[in-house]
């Protein structure tokens, strides 16, 4: 069983990334070509303004733009080809872990019953909020990043067509390479947990924490699925829970909107660690916001509904 898994695990490993591939090698090899261009500057001339507001230059609109309409990994490629600040990556990184595969992902949450409009709202409020607080509080990480396996070199001006071409092959080819290394091995991992019903015993620990954030007990499987393998990797897992366990409205919203915030903690997590930012922060902004998030409008919703109770009780 223990072999049957790994190999399974492997191909969808090598299938997840050649997937994957398809997405950041051509993107990370275009934003590396448009940089030599007059392109680029003049999109980044009109954005900048935007960006200063999140400590951000105008170059980080692009990962954010391609992160949002594609997905995370599409973001990261973008990420790699321009030369940001410690702190413009670690920005770039949190809003990207709250707000991205905008498309694909609001789609998950209409086939479960969530209004799109919420998790949009959600989303993308609180990647600029996070953002904006991180820049008023943090004054450091001015420095250069380096990201992850790549080696650091000398700022050189490349010149000539042949040699613009072979430094975007380059940084595509290594993109590529450090999402592989980590991807290959998680796919595997989640495959020895599926087969071996580790999923459906985190859903019985997760029947706690399901009812602190104010849902029933039969939310927990949905949430340890969003939890595990992301809205749109476990999004099968999750429309059938919805179906089986019947889940009310009100619960799946809520799980949704802790989902939005904190999905995929293992995956989303460990694809930054090639951008060389300390992931620990991340991860506990993320779970930090998920948890005070569902809180306040678990609360605000049960507030709502024993309000109008009174009011049906009063007007009989």
């Known amino acids: 069983m223990l072999f049957s898994s790994m190999k399974k695990g492997l191909l969808v490993g090598l299938k997840t990334t050649w997937s994957l591939s398809k997405i950041i090698f051509p993107i990370t ?3 590396s070509l448009l940089r030599h261009t007059p392109v680029l500057p003049w999109i ?25 309409f594609l997905n995370l990994y599409a973001g990261i490629g973008a990420i790699l080809s321009l030369d940001l600040s410690v702190k413009e990556v670690f920005i770039l990184a949190v809003m990207l872990s709250f707000s991205h595969n905008l498309l694909v992902e609001s789609s998950v949450a209409i086939r479960v019953g969530v209004k799109p409009w919420i998790i949009l709202v959600v989303r993308m409020g609180l990647a600029v909020v996070s953002a904006f607080i991180i820049n008023l509080v943090w004054h450091g990480g001015s420095e250069i990043a380096k990201y992850g396996f790549i080696p650091e070199k000398e700022p050189v001006e490349v010149t ?18 450090q999402l592989a290394i980590i991807v290959i091995p998680l796919m595997i991992g989640i495959q020895l947990l599926k087969d071996i019903g580790w999923l459906a015993t985190f859903s019985k620990w997760m029947s706690p924490i399901t009812k602190m954030l104010g849902m ?8 340890a699925s969003g939890l595990l393998f992301g809205l749109a990797y476990g ?17 799946i919203t809520l799980a949704f909107i802790f989902l939005v915030a904190c999905h995929a903690v ?12 300390p ?16 809180l306040v409008i678990g609360f605000m919703w049960n507030r709502s509904n024993v309000a109008k109770r009174k009011e049906t009780v009063y007007e009989s």
């Open 160 to 177: 000539g067509f042949f040699n613009i071409l072979m430094e975007g092959f380059e940084k595509a080819g290594l993109g590529i390479f």
């Open 279 to 294: 992931v620990l922060p991340l991860l506990i902004i993320r779970i930090s916001a998920a948890v005070l998030l569902t």
């Open 235 to 251: 999004a099968g897992v999750m429309i059938q829970q919805v179906q089986e366990d019947g889940v009310s409205k009100k619960d």
């Open 216 to 223: 029933k007990e039969n939310t927990s499987t949905t949430l």
């Open 44 to 68: 980044i001339h009109l954005i900048e303004p935007i960006m200063g507001w999140f400590g951000l230059s105008g170059d980080a609109a692009i990962p954010l733009v391609i992160g949002n």
């Open 266 to 277: 293992v995956e989303d997590t460990l694809v930054f660690i090639p951008l060389g930012i």
């Open 29 to 31: 090899l275009i934003v």
